[in-house]
C-alpha cells in the first residue's frame, strides 16, 4: 500500500508542476451569451480580476446559440488544462437538458466545478391597474376576475417554471401562461396591460418597478431589496415556498487536473472578494463564491426539481 502511494504521488507531481506555472498562454472565458447581456457583464468582470492575478491574460470569447448549450458543449470537448473555462446561467445545466436532451454534453458529468459567481434576484411584478397590493389581494382578485395572465420568455424558462411552483403553492389559482419570444416583447405587453404579471428576472423588470410602471408583490430573495424596502421576501409571504434564482457558475472541462482546478478556485475566490468586484456587477447581479461544493449541491438539486417539474407540467421543446 505505501508502494501504491508512492507511485501515486510521483504521478501527481507533473500536474502540480505544471499547476504551478499555471496558466501557460491566455485563458478562453466562453460565455454561450450574446455581449450586453448579464452573463456577459458578470463574464467581463470576471476576466479582468482573473488577469489582473495572472501573467496571462483571461479573453471573453461570447459563443451564443441554443440558449446557451453551444457554449457549454464547446467548453466540455476543450482539452481539459484549465485553459479553457465556460461561465454558464444555470438554464443551460438544468432546465435545457431535460427539453433537448441531444445537446452534445451531460451538465453532470462532463464538466469540472469550480465555483459560483453570481446570482440574479426577481420580483412577482404586477401591473398596477391590478387591485392588489400584495400576493393575498391578488390571488383573491384572480379568483373573483380571473383569469390573470403571466409572461415569460418562452415555455420551460426560468420565470414559466418558478411561476407554475408559485401557482402550486397557492392552489393552482386562474394564473394563465403567455410564452413570448424574448422578455421584452413580454415586458411591453406588461406595462400595456395586456398580461398581469410576470416572475422575470430584476434585471428586466426592477427599472420600472423603481419607477411605479409596475408593482412588486415580493422579492425572490434572502433578504428585502434595499431599493424595495417595503415589498417583503417571497419567505415572508409564502415560507414553504422556494423558487429558482438564476445562478452562474464557473467550470472546466472533465479531466481538468486536481491541482489546474486548486488553482482556479483560489483565483476565484480572490476575485470575488476583490474591492469593487460586486459594484461591476451592476444592479442585476450579486456575488457569490463558495468553491465546487455549492455548485455541486445546487447544480445537481436544480437538476433534479426542474426535471421533475418539467415532466409533470408535460413542456416540450418548441
Known sequence: MRRRGLLAGAAL?????????????????????????????AGRALAEALGSRWPQRVVVENMPGA?????VAAAARAAPDGHVLVLSAMAALTVTPHLQPQLGYDPLADL?????????????????????????????????????????????TLPHLNMELLKAELG?????????????????????????????????????????????????GPQRNPRLPGV???????????????????????????????????????????????DRLGDALEPLGGGPEPLVRQLRQDHARFGA??????????
Not at 394564473?175 to 424574448?182: A, D, M, Q
Not at 421576501?233 to 415556498?241: G, Q, S
Open 13 to 41: 507531481l507533473p500536474a502540480v508542476a505544471r499547476a504551478q506555472g499555471f496558466p501557460q498562454r491566455p485563458v478562453r472565458l466562453i460565455v454561450p451569451y450574446g455581449a450586453g447581456n448579464v452573463t456577459d457583464i
Open 172 to 220: 393552482n389559482p386562474p394564473l394563465e401562461h403567455v410564452p413570448y419570444r424574448t422578455s421584452a416583447a413580454g415586458l411591453a405587453d406588461l406595462l400595456a396591460g395586456r398580461v398581469q404579471l410576470t416572475l422575470d428576472a430584476a434585471s428586466v423588470t426592477l427599472p420600472a418597478i423603481l419607477d411605479g410602471r409596475l408593482r412588486a408583490l415580493f422579492w425572490n
Open 232 to 278: 417583503p421576501t417571497a419567505a415572508e409571504v409564502l415560507p414553504n415556498l422556494d423558487l429558482a434564482n438564476p445562478w452562474l457558475g464557473l467550470f472546466a472541462p472533465r479531466g481538468t487536473p486536481a491541482p489546474v482546478l486548486a488553482v482556479l478556485e483560489a483565483a476565484l475566490a480572490a476575485a470575488l472578494a476583490m474591492p469593487g468586484f460586486g
Open 112 to 156: 469540472a466545478p469550480i465555483g459560483l459567481v453570481a446570482v440574479t434576484r426577481g420580483a412577482l411584478a404586477a401591473f398596477p391597474g391590478l387591485r392588489a397590493g400584495n400576493l393575498a389581494e391578488l390571488l383573491a382578485e384572480a379568483r373573483r376576475a380571473g383569469p390573470f395572465f403571466y409572461y415569460s420568455a418562452g415555455s420551460g
Open 309 to 318: 417539474l418539467i415532466a409533470r407540467l408535460g413542456i416540450k421543446p418548441d
Open 67 to 71: 440558449g446557451g448549450t453551444l457554449g
